[in-house]
Nanobody, 125 residues
């Protein structure tokens, strides 16, 4: 069993930055893939980024390429999402996700087994 807990959400202005953190507990961290999804009001959950903890390969959704960066600290069992040049359309609840099967590029939310409780990010114009 894996538990995920996000932090770092809050309010930012357009063009600003926020850094989300996700701390994990439970099974072996290094063998998993981790990622981030977000869900805006009235919309479906959307893939943001994924990382393979074995080799640090990453993959990003088109809407955040060049603005967001996913990274991991295996020693601290943490995953981060650095969000720069924020836009009002980035406003959403952000979820940390994990999966043992290795598909860090999978953009289908039903394929990710473990989810955190989410953290709200609001970007003002």
């Amino acid at each position: 069993q894996v538990q995920l807990a996000e932090s770092g959400g809050g309010l930012a202005q357009t063009g600003g930055s926020l850094r989300l953190s996700c701390v994990t507990s439970g099974r072996t961290f290094g063998s998993y893939v981790m990622g981030w999804f977000r869900q805006a009001p009235g919309k479906e959950r959307k893939f943001i980024a994924g990382i393979n903890l074995s080799d640090d390969n990453t993959y990003y959704g088109d809407s955040v390429k060049g603005r967001f960066t996913i990274s991991a600290d295996n020693a601290r069992k943490k995953v981060y999402l650095q969000m720069d040049n924020l836009k009002p359309d980035d406003t959403a609840v952000y979820y940390c996700v994990g999966d043992p099967r290795g598909y860090f590029y999978n953009q289908d939310p039903v394929e990710w087994i473990y989810w955190g409780q989410g953290t709200q990010v609001t970007v003002s114009s």
